[in-house]
């Protein structure tokens, strides 16, 4: 005969948390071991009663007054409604005001409000090749940077050799892992808090 | 699951008949875990207001990817953490196998003595676990309630109390021996 099951492995079979391979031999044991039988008799009876024991009770007006205790919904609403509108009422507040002041019609204030942005954008083009020939210099000077940084890694990990090369990959590797579980750490208990 | 879900976005989007349905389907089982916490049920429906009002302000930071039931009731495990911090009532370590006074409970052999539960019919047996409940230490009870109460996995209940499951398994099956020495006692 097996030996006598722990009382917890009683209440797990009884909860059906048991594996089968385990049950079987429970089940076996039980039939052959009268105090392991009157125990599982005992945690059955108790078992049920734990799962059995009456939900409280909850006035039927319980949930409406949860209701009346909350706050206004503060009801999402779509992110580019907001400037949108804002924008359209802009043009045309725009545009009355400009007919009211120079008596021109709305065809012909939008031809003037056209020919005003065609001029904008005469006027920036210049700029804007300007600031995209700065941005290619910027870009070139950063590369030269890299470029000048690999160069230095690599005089580095020559006077460091293979091992110290490996080392120091090694350490790097573990702080940036360790790093990432201390982020998401911190992340997570800004959730729960 | 789903239906959860969709009430919790409809909810989101300012729909208030969506959270009310949310309260009606939870009231009962958040106020039958409230209630055997706190042992008074006018309280436990207090608790239980509270529990929805944070959940409803902090419905936002809710994932789909969890469960709902286990989000509502990991927000009111700790309500009522806050609630004991408060009060500041006497705390039993859980690291510790429970001493109920007859010596450490441990796992051991069953005893051949005479049988508790036969003693008593099925509802009086409920009677007694409910007067034994309040005297069980709060870590303990709440994981035996959350598991036998309202019928969450040891899974589920290991997520609301970031507890492993092993250590969920283990202080359950304390619980219910201290409950049923406590009944032997009584």
């Known amino acids: 005969m097996t030996?006598?099951?722990?009382?917890?492995?009683?209440?797990?079979?009884?909860?059906?948390?048991?594996?089968?391979?385990?049950?079987?031999?429970?089940?076996?044991?039980?039939?052959?071991?009268?105090?392991?039988?009157?125990?599982?008799?005992?945690?059955?009876?108790?078992?049920?009663?734990?799962?059995?024991?009456?939900?409280?009770?909850?006035?039927?007006?319980?949930?409406?007054?949860?209701?009346?205790?909350?706050?206004?919904?503060?009801?999402?609403?779509?992110?580019?409604l907001a400037p949108l509108v804002a924008a359209v009422s802009a043009l045309a507040v725009g545009l009355a005001g400009f007919n009211l002041f120079t008596g021109l019609s709305v065809f012909e204030v939008m031809v003037a409000v056209n020919s005003f942005f065609g001029s904008v954008v005469a006027q920036a083009t210049p700029l804007a090749a300007k600031a995209f020939k700065i941005g290619n210099v910027l870009l070139k000077v950063a590369g030269d940077l890299v470029a000048?940084?690999?160069?230095?890694?690599?005089?580095?990990?020559?006077?460091?050799?293979?091992?110290?090369?490996?080392?120091?990959?090694?350490?790097?590797?573990?702080?940036?892992?360790?790093?990432?579980?201390?982020?998401?750490?911190?992340?997570?208990?800004?959730?729960?808090s | 699951m789903t239906e959860d879900r969709q009430l919790v976005s409809k909810a989101l989007g300012g729909d208030r008949k969506a959270f009310e349905m949310i309260v009606r389907k939870y009231e009962?089982?958040?106020?039958?875990?409230?209630?055997?916490?706190?042992?008074?049920?006018?309280?436990?429906?207090?608790?239980?207001?509270?529990?929805?009002?944070?959940?409803?302000?902090?419905?936002?930071?809710?994932?789909?990817?969890?469960?709902?039931?286990?989000?509502?009731?990991?927000?009111a495990s700790n309500h009522m953490i806050d609630h004991w911090r408060k009060k500041?009532?006497?705390?039993?370590?859980?690291?510790?196998?429970?001493?109920?006074?007859?010596?450490?409970?441990?796992?051991?052999?069953?005893?051949?003595?005479?049988?508790?539960?036969r003693k008593f019919e099925l509802a009086e047996i409920r009677q007694k676990i409910e007067r034994a409940l309040e005297s069980v230490p709060e870590a303990l009870r709440e994981l035996f309630i959350l598991r036998h109460v309202n019928e969450f996995s040891y899974e589920e209940i290991a997520d609301i109390k970031s507890l492993p499951v092993g250590t969920v398994k283990n202080r359950v099956f304390q619980a219910k021996e201290l409950l049923r020495k406590r009944m032997e006692a009584s």
């Open chain 2, 88 to 117: 500041k009532l006497p705390t039993v370590s859980i690291d510790q196998p429970v001493d109920d006074g007859d010596g450490p409970l441990t796992p051991q052999v069953p005893d051949p003595g005479p049988s508790v539960a």
């Open chain 1, 148 to 192: 000048l940084g690999f160069s230095g890694l690599g005089t580095f990990s020559r006077i460091l050799g293979p091992q110290g090369t490996v080392l120091v990959i090694g350490l790097g590797a573990l702080l940036s892992v360790l790093a990432l579980f201390g982020a998401r750490r911190f992340l997570r208990q800004g959730e729960n």
């Open chain 1, 3 to 80: 030996s006598c099951p722990r009382p917890a492995d009683l209440y797990l079979y009884l909860e059906g948390e048991l594996g089968p391979y385990d049950a079987r031999k429970l089940e076996e044991h039980v039939e052959c071991c009268p105090a392991c039988r009157d125990a599982l008799d005992e945690r059955r009876l108790l078992h049920e009663a734990f799962t059995t024991l009456p939900p409280f009770e909850v006035p039927g007006d319980f949930a409406r007054s949860v209701m009346d205790s909350l706050p206004e919904p503060e009801v999402r609403k779509a992110r580019w």
């Open chain 2, 28 to 75: 009962q089982p958040l106020t039958s875990y409230l209630g055997r916490m706190t042992g008074e049920r006018e309280a436990a429906l207090d608790f239980a207001q509270e529990v929805f009002l944070k959940a409803y302000c902090s419905l936002a930071s809710y994932r789909p990817a969890f469960k709902f039931s286990t989000w509502l009731f990991k927000i």
